[in-house]
């Protein structure tokens, strides 16, 4: 999935793990992801989920309620993105995940100097390119800072 796109779906997600999934690229980005996600979790015996076997039956509903009405539709998006999680190969955004992880949750603001720690704190090299795409990856991703871009003023 290309950047702009794969941002697009990041603002688009609901749930922060949603977002931090997207930024990792542990998804291909189709709108069926969660739900097959979470029936591969029911059924991996070395992953607990808990609540993880109701997906199976909110799949088999929503699969019994299609063929009751006819909607061939749903199983050929199913057969399509069971196909891009099959031909997916990760490119994940290291920086973008790792902000998205330290603004969990996104409800509140978040001051440059503790993220910039943060980064500094999971090995990232601090330097003036990873600051200024630090900061148009909190904007991009409408993440509210404390403070401005910018060196202080005296």
Request: hydrophobic share 40%; charged share 35%.
């Amino acid at each position: 999935m290309k950047t702009r796109e794969r941002l697009g779906r990041i603002k688009e997600a609901k749930f922060d793990h949603e977002k931090l999934w997207l930024a990792r690229d542990v998804v291909p980005g189709t709108e069926l992801d969660m739900k097959i996600v979470a029936v591969c979790q029911a059924k991996d015996p070395k992953i607990y989920v808990q609540g993880a076997m109701g997906a199976i039956i909110d799949l088999g509903e929503e699969l019994a309620e299609a063929i009751r009405t006819g909607n061939a539709e749903l199983f050929r998006q199913y057969a399509d993105a069971i196909e891009a999680h099959k031909r997916h190969k990760p490119v994940p955004e290291k920086l973008r995940a790792a902000i998205i992880r330290y603004c969990i949750p996104s409800n509140r603001s978040f001051a440059m100097r503790d993220i910039h720690a943060e980064l500094k704190r999971r090995r990232f090299v601090i330097d003036a390119a990873l600051i200024t795409n630090s900061w148009r990856i909190v904007k991009e991703l409408g993440i509210k800072t404390i403070g401005k871009p910018g060196r202080p003023r005296k």
